[in-house]
């Protein structure tokens, strides 16, 4: 009997994870396949990282966290938003949580009422529209396609915005394309929400630290709606730290305090000895973070430079991130054998089943004739992974 709540019946399964669970499924039956579907980097924790947890261990940093984070990392938080991006955010507007994701949601739940709109930037990392779902609000999409950069304008923002408007979602370097908004698109923007006081900004930075297009701009910067901006990071990207689960939050105090109470009775705090390990990374140098850029740009190139060559992809060059968001709608209508590519679902699994390449459909990020394709991975990997790709897509007639 399927008594299931309606706000889960309406969710979406993720199709990131899904994509990931099926190559490894097939990886457990034998079949090499290269999964260029994770959005995590290939690297490993830096040492020292790993040294100030061993040492919380044996510290005996082993009982509960306060729910806001301790506070020595809400202070090498505070520390870093001077340090790198001059702004000053103090320890008791930042919330340490288990992830970005859970961030997030922490800024949706406290933000959103029943029936309030969301805009939301297409494509779109896929959980956004579904942690609106979650919070009772309706998702307003903007599209921007490759002729873009995949970056909506300042006009098409005020074009969507309505007297229910609460809350801007933005993600700047990109998920899923790798999108880097500067200083005057982040100012434009930041000027029509000034004009709307009631509007609240949740930036999404978790990738700031992979940015090839120079220094990492926030909206946050801006004094017109600096008040009105959650800005949201963490340490999973840019210290290869995935699996430790921390993320953190600035804003207003008062935002600030509301998150705390909502995680206080969903979580509490995150764990203690992450925590610790995380405070080592925020404040320790970034030599560690510059040689994962360094590697990742090289791979950007290799696989645009592959890409480009392919016949019918139509494929941008991403300034973040370590995705590329090609356009592969050419396909649809091609077959191979009696198989059919009506749309970017067919594709990827098509990728998979043929060239036994991971891959994750545009649709799942609001952009249904596009697919990404991570490469946080080995050189190697990318260069026999596209390889495959080609000689798959060259069978579709």
């Known amino acids: 009997m399927d008594k299931v709540s309606n706000r889960i019946k309406l969710l979406a ?72 991006n001059g702004m000053d955010y103090k320890p008791e507007q930042i919330i340490v949580s288990n992830g970005a994701k859970h961030s997030i949601a922490n800024a949706l739940m406290c933000l959103v009422d029943d029936g309030d709109e969301v805009i939301v930037l297409s494509p779109y990392w896929v959980s956004y529209v579904e942690l609106v779902k979650l919070a009772g609000g309706k998702n307003v999409v903007v599209e921007a ?44 923007i930041a000027d029509v929400l000034a004009k709307h006081p009631d509007i609240f900004v949740i930036s999404d930075e978790i990738y700031e630290h992979i940015n090839y297009a120079g220094k990492h701009e926030s909206i946050a910067q801006f004094e017109n709606v600096r008040d009105r901006v959650v800005v949201i990071n963490g340490v999973s990207k840019g210290y290869a730290m995935t699996g430790w689960r921390i993320g953190y939050l600035a804003a207003p105090l008062w935002i600030a305090k509301a998150c705390n109470k909502l995680q206080g009775q969903f979580t509490s705090g995150a764990s203690s000895i992450a925590q610790k390990a995380s405070v080592a990374a925020l404040s320790g140098d970034n030599s560690y973070t510059e040689e994962m850029k360094v590697a990742f740009e090289r791979r950007r190139n290799l ?47 098509y990728i998979l089943e043929e060239a036994h390449v991971a891959c994750v459909p545009g649709a799942a990020f609001g952009a249904p004739n596009y697919a990404r394709l991570s490469y946080a991975t080995s050189d190697e990997k990318l260069t026999e992974a596209l390889n495959r790709i080609e000689k798959a897509l060259a069978k579709l007639k």
């Open 13 to 84: 399964d993720s199709q990131t994870l899904a994509m990931s669970q099926k190559s490894k499924d097939m990886q457990a039956e034998g079949i090499d396949v290269i999964n260029l579907s994770v959005g995590e980097p290939d690297f490993f924790t830096p040492p020292h990282v790993k040294e100030a947890a061993k040492k919380a261990i044996d510290d005996n940093f082993s009982f509960y966290a306060p729910v806001p984070g301790y506070p020595d990392l809400r202070k090498a938080i505070s520390e870093k938003f001077k340090k790198e």
């Open 145 to 188: 396609g490759i002729d873009k950069d995949f970056k909506a304008s300042a006009e098409q923002i005020e074009a969507a915005i309505s007297p229910k408007t609460k809350v801007l979602m933005l993600c700047s370097p990109s998920n899923p394309t790798g999108s880097v908004y500067s200083k005057e698109e982040l100012k434009a």
């Open 303 to 349: 696989m645009i430079d592959k890409l480009e060559k392919i016949q019918g992809i139509c494929v941008n060059k991403p300034q973040g991130a370590f995705y590329v968001f090609p356009d592969i709608s050419y396909y649809f209508g091609k077959s191979f054998g009696d198989r059919k590519i009506k749309d970017s679902g067919d594709f990827c699994f």
